[in-house]
């Protein structure tokens, strides 16, 4: 089966940097994928990594390490805009999404 | 706004009912997906459809069935229902049938089961 792990809650304070850990298990593996949602509304892609290291993408990085099925966001300059959930997910079968539980990340002034 | 068009917002029933949800991709996608969020259980995958074959199931109850009709919108039907299926039910689309490394959101049905 596929399981992912990712803290269940962050906090930080506006400009700070934080970083949020994925750990998976897959039978499969195409790349780790990052997701946004606020509260209530739709999921929203956030970055994508199918080989090792580091995707920059404005304040946004991400990074994967295969050989230790690890990844990481991170988000710089913080703002309170970024208090919303973020999900890793993989997709085993080159398919549909596997979402890990999700990181609730709060943003305080 | 991602494209993808999700009707209705808001659905409350009755135990024991069904309800159709409706999906239409972005333009040009042809891959649709179906996923269920529920406080418990997060994000789960339900079911694929890439240019109206199914092309990968999740855990998706049987009571539960989808189709993607020739102009590539979708609907997903869920019977019998439970208190249990009240969540978000979000869509998503893609231009690859292997989901690609993204995929576009819909902005979901909450469904309400009284």
């Known amino acids: 089966g596929q399981s992912l792990e990712q803290p269940s809650e962050v906090t930080a304070v506006e400009g700070a940097i934080v970083q949020i850990n994925c750990t998976y298990q897959t039978s499969g593996f195409y790349g780790l994928s990052w997701y946004q949602q606020h509260d209530g509304g739709a999921p929203t892609f956030l970055s994508y990594n199918a080989l090792d290291g580091l995707e920059e993408t404005g304040r946004f990085s991400s990074f994967l390490s295969r050989s230790d099925s690890y990844g990481y966001l991170l988000l710089q300059e913080l703002q309170m805009k970024d208090s919303a959930s973020y999900f890793c997910a993989v997709n085993p079968a080159g398919t549909a999404l596997i979402f890990g539980k999700g990181t609730t990340l709060s943003v305080s002034s | 706004d991602s494209g993808v068009t999700q009707t209705p917002k808001h659905l409350i029933t009755a135990t024991g009912q069904r309800v159709t949800l409706r999906c239409s991709p972005r333009s040009g996608d042809l891959s649709v997906y179906w996923y269920q969020q529920s406080l418990d259980q997060g994000l789960q995958f339900l079911i694929q459809?890439?240019?109206?074959?199914?092309?990968a199931k999740g855990n998706i109850l049987e009571r539960f069935s989808a189709q993607q009709f020739p102009d590539l919108h979708s609907e997903l039907n869920l019977s019998s229902l439970e208190l249990g299926d009240s969540a978000l039910y979000f869509c998503?689309?893609?231009?690859?049938?292997?989901?690609?490394?993204?995929?576009?959101f819909g902005p979901g049905t909450r469904l309400t089961v009284l």
């Open positions: 459809y890439y240019n109206g074959e199914e092309r």
């Open positions: 998503a689309s893609s231009a690859l049938a292997g989901g690609g490394n993204e995929q576009f």
